[in-house]
């Protein structure tokens, strides 16, 4: 009697591995993914070529003036020309290096945020959340230590778009928390129903409202000869406006915790700021990471409704720029870099997102 012998394992069919493999399974599996994959193709044929051969092969880079655009593609000599405006708005050319100086100062604060090795994070975060926007609105307005006065009707472009989302960020997510603890103190009536009236109130109106009551509204009830800065006021607008969502997003995170973690925390004697501080709210905000990602970019986004109110940010200086005479009829050049730009932005603040949930997964995350 002879011993059996298997037969060594086959290799898959070449069909189901590799390149080929993975396109059976994402794009021709069924009739109904062969087509819809057949009409992505065509379209990409008939749009992409035309768009890259306005875009970048017949575009005119170089010159000073309209003239210089005749090739019949884009002309992006509009936006080199402008450029200057569209980053820093009508603040003073020889005051600019203020502001790179803020931006180029933050970018260093942060690099050490980034270290494992480095111990003191949380204060360095502290200092770039609470104090650091002091400096730099100090330093960015002047009239100190012999700095010359910029008023902010001056600051504009990029500059602007990166200060708004940047203070409504930093001081929407603290108050944003305050505001959900507040709402689910059941044992504290009058906080809870304060709460609530504030988050609802703000939920309830448009943005572009409470920018237009903060610019044109408040004024008469200020007292006579009482004045307020508008940009102060466009910020106090949209920090109040962005709190209320973000503590509808801390809420949805503190009902994710399992009543086992306010038990744990009570059986370790732990008070309620405790408990909160160290058990509760970090697991609270790791989950809800999208949720706060994804404030941030919509209010990145809204900034661009302070041009209502006479503010040119981004968008409104494009737009500004525009009226000029000398570049009529650019408009698709102007919008097309500022979709960039606040791409860039936008696409950076969800990959980092995605980073920061790897780094902090710990269990939560489900399949």
Not at 149 to 177: D, R, S
Not at 228 to 253: H, N, P
Request: proline share 5%; net charge positive.
């Amino acid at each position: 009697m002879t011993d059996f012998k298997p037969h060594p394992d086959l290799p898959p069919p070449i069909t189901e591995v590799g390149v080929i493999g993975w396109l059976r399974r994402n794009l021709f599996s069924d009739w109904l993914n062969t087509g819809l994959t057949l009409l992505a193709i065509y379209l990409i044929y008939i749009m992409i070529p035309p768009l890259l051969d306005w875009a970048l092969i017949k575009a005119d880079w170089v010159g000073d003036s309209r003239e210089a655009c005749n090739s019949g593609g884009a002309c992006w000599v509009f936006v080199n020309v402008r450029f200057n405006t569209f980053m820093y708005g009508f603040y003073p050319e020889a005051e600019q290096w203020r502001v790179n100086l803020v931006y180029g100062s933050l970018f260093l604060l942060m690099i050490p945020l980034f270290l494992k090795q480095f111990v003191y994070k949380v204060w360095l975060g502290g200092f770039i959340l609470f104090v650091f926007p002091i400096l730099a609105f100090v330093l960015l307005g002047g009239g100190v230590f012999g700095l010359e006065p910029i008023e902010t009707t001056k600051w504009g472009g990029l500059t602007l778009t990166l200060i708004l989302a940047g203070i409504g960020c930093v001081a929407a997510l603290p108050l944003g928390v305050v505001l959900a603890l507040g709402r689910r103190a059941t044992n504290m009536p009058i906080v809870k129903s304060i709460c609530v009236v504030f988050i609802e109130f703000w939920r309830g109106v448009p943005l572009i409202t409470v920018l237009f009551m903060s610019s044109v509204m408040l004024p008469l009830f200020l007292p006579e000869g009482v004045t307020f800065d508008k940009l102060m006021r466009a910020l106090i607008g949209i920090t109040l406006f962005q709190s209320a969502y973000m503590a509808e997003v801390v809420r949805g995170g503190l009902q994710a915790i399992p009543s086992g973690q306010y038990e744990a925390a009570d059986a370790m004697g732990f008070g309620y700021w405790k408990k909160m501080g160290l058990i509760i709210l970090p697991q609270a905000l790791k989950i809800v990471i999208p949720g706060i990602v994804n404030t941030f970019i919509a209010l990145f986004k809204d900034t661009t409704l302070v041009l209502i109110i006479g503010l040119l940010e981004l968008l409104g200086m494009v737009q500004n720029a525009l009226n000029d005479p000398n570049w009529l009829g650019y408009s698709t050049e102007g919008y097309v870099f500022t979709a960039l730009m606040f791409w860039i932005f936008c696409f950076g603040m969800s990959r980092y997102s995605q980073q920061l949930e790897r780094k902090l997964h710990t269990g939560h995350k489900r399949r």
